[in-house]
Nanobody, 125 residues
Framework: QVQLVESGGGSVQAGGSLRLSCAAS????????MGWFRQAPGKEREGVAT???????VYVDSVKGRFSISLDNAKKTHYLQMNNLKPEDTAMYYC???????????????????WGQGTQVTVSS
């Protein structure tokens, strides 16, 4: 079965950086979409970024210019490089996957079939 495992979360002061990783296993598809979502306490889950095997990337406006998503096809791992972190970035971050397809032009949680357990990111002032 498909499994997604996140890592790289932690605590950092505002202006710092973190890199999240999502390792995928249990599938052999050469076409898929990978994404990152986040959810803060009392808030709705928010799409952050997506990338696919066609090379497309999509970002939510609040992270453009600060976050970068990338995909290592050989390792079936995707990353979220987060720079210039802000307190409002504090949330549980989840990776997600949709196999046998490319990403859509917008970030939509319902598009994804598989989810990781999450990794906590805390940004302090």
């Amino acid at each position: 079965q498909v499994q997604l495992v996140e890592s790289g979360g932690g605590s950092v002061q505002a202006g710092g950086s973190l890199r999240l990783s999502c390792a995928a296993s249990g599938y052999a598809s050469s076409r898929y979409c990978m994404g990152w979502f986040r959810q803060a306490p009392g808030k709705e889950r928010e799409g952050v970024a997506t990338t696919d095997t066609f090379g497309r990337t999509v970002y939510v406006d609040s992270v453009k210019g600060r976050f970068s998503i990338s995909l290592d096809n050989a390792k079936k791992t995707h990353y979220l490089q987060m720079n210039n972190l802000k307190p409002e970035d504090t949330a549980m971050y989840y990776c997600a996957a949709r196999i046998h397809d490319y990403c859509a032009n917008i970030i939509y949680s319902g598009y994804f079939t598989y989810w990781g357990q999450g990794t906590q990111v805390t940004v302090s002032s």
